[in-house]
């Protein structure tokens, strides 16, 4: 390995920190005050735009040689400035927040006419997260200052905030307040090389495999899972709005919290720790949809969120100066790591297998992710027909 592999780089990325918030009970009121303000605005431009839509891009009513388009920013941030004018209440909140959520609907409808798919619906203020975005957000002596509120929030301010802050998110879930504030030209320095390189197979069985012969084990949701399924019956069983309902309903929102945050926490440890230890890295492009049309393996497969194993692994690999591709991973399972030798047919329920022509033994996905490597170092792919690799 030469020095100049060692050299460690920086590099200028966007962030965002998240930290627990304690609001005082004034300060609680505005918050709660600006959320329904950004949700009343979002729904507001949703009756505007469906009104729209269906009028001028379905109707006739559109004088010849007029482009009109009901997409635009400008009839969105007209409009919101007009909803003021009218309701007296919303100037009561941080105009900056009311106009982050006319661009975000505006952002999210241009992308509904990119893609076709993905309209957004009404915002329900029984929705378990509650939020609203707005700029312009301090941090002064490890407290939050927001818009127009004249004292500081308490904050957990467990780490320092590297670079400029652009925005700041704040969030109710489960009776708790949180602030996620992101941030430009945040430095980060690139990790140590290392000089290894692997291959991973996404799977059922184990999330990850590692050409190494390292294995992640599954994500187990059974205990959560479990969980909510009684507290569901609990509060289906108990009168709506009752004292033991809400608290039911408490428990309830907090187990779905805790089972997010166990995911997060699995994935975040593990792919953190394969950027570190590797300097290529090679993932076989498995789709999730063939296993959610399973009857029997669509629940495993969602368990597994083999999407965001891979986007956090390409991230974070970019970040740190590490090498990341997805590659195909056709036939990785069926063909002998050492020699080439395909198999015809392999059944999911075998997970170990003795190649027939040079008797090597393979554990079914520590094999796969020795050939991901190998494609992925080569360039080459495994041929349909057999033994050997083509290009």
């Excluded at 780089?9 to 005050?33: D, G, T």
């Excluded at 069926?334 to 080439?340: A, D, E, L, M």
């Amino acid at each position: 390995m030469t020095l100049s592999n060692n050299i460690l780089k920086f590099k200028e990325v966007n962030k965002s920190y998240k930290y627990r918030i304690y609001p005082s009970f004034e300060q609680e009121k505005y918050l709660i005050q600006s959320i329904g303000g950004s949700r009343f605005v979002f729904n507001q431009l949703k009756g505007l735009q469906e009104f729209l839509y269906k009028n001028y891009c379905y109707g006739n009513s559109i004088p010849e040689g007029y482009n009109f388009n009901p997409f635009s920013k400008y009839i969105t941030q007209n409009y919101n400035t007009k909803l003021k004018k009218v309701f007296l209440w919303l100037n009561d909140i941080d105009s900056h927040n009311t106009m982050r959520t006319a661009h975000s609907f505006t952002q999210s409808m241009l992308n509904f006419k990119k893609s076709g798919f993905g309209m957004p619906k009404y915002k329900s203020r029984h929705n378990p997260v509650q939020s609203f975005t707005t700029t312009y957000i301090k941090v002064i002596d490890g407290k939050l200052k927001i818009p127009k509120l004249k004292e500081t929030i308490k904050m957990k301010y467990s780490r320092p905030i590297k670079g400029k802050i652009l925005s700041g998110t704040i969030s109710k879930e489960n009776n708790k307040w949180y602030v996620s504030i992101n941030v430009s030209k945040s430095i980060i320095t690139s990790k140590p090389k290392t000089g290894k390189i692997v291959g991973i197979d996404l799977g059922l069985k184990d999330a990850i495999t590692c050409s190494n012969g390292k294995k992640s084990g599954k994500i187990q949701l059974k205990f959560f899972d479990n969980k909510i399924k009684i507290l569901g019956k609990k509060i289906a069983n108990r009168i709506k709005d009752s004292c033991n309902w809400s608290k039911t309903k408490v428990k309830l929102a907090q187990t779905y919290i805790n089972k997010k945050n166990y995911i997060k926490d699995f994935i975040h440890k593990i792919t953190t720790k394969i950027v570190n230890n590797n300097d290529q890295i090679y993932v076989g492009n498995v789709n999730n949809q063939l296993g959610l049309k399973n009857k029997k393996l669509a629940k495993t497969t969602a368990d597994q969120h083999w999407y965001e194993i891979k986007r956090q692994l390409e991230y974070k690999s970019d970040w740190y100066d590490k090498k990341f591709k997805v590659v195909n991973e056709k036939y990785t399972s069926k063909t002998c790591s050492n020699c080439g030798y395909k198999l015809l047919e392999l059944g999911l329920g075998v997970r170990t297998w003795t190649c027939p022509e040079c008797n090597s033994k393979h554990d079914r996905d520590i094999n796969a992710a020795i050939n991901i490597q190998t494609v992925g170092t080569t360039g080459f792919a495994f041929s349909k027909t057999n033994i050997k690799l083509v290009d």
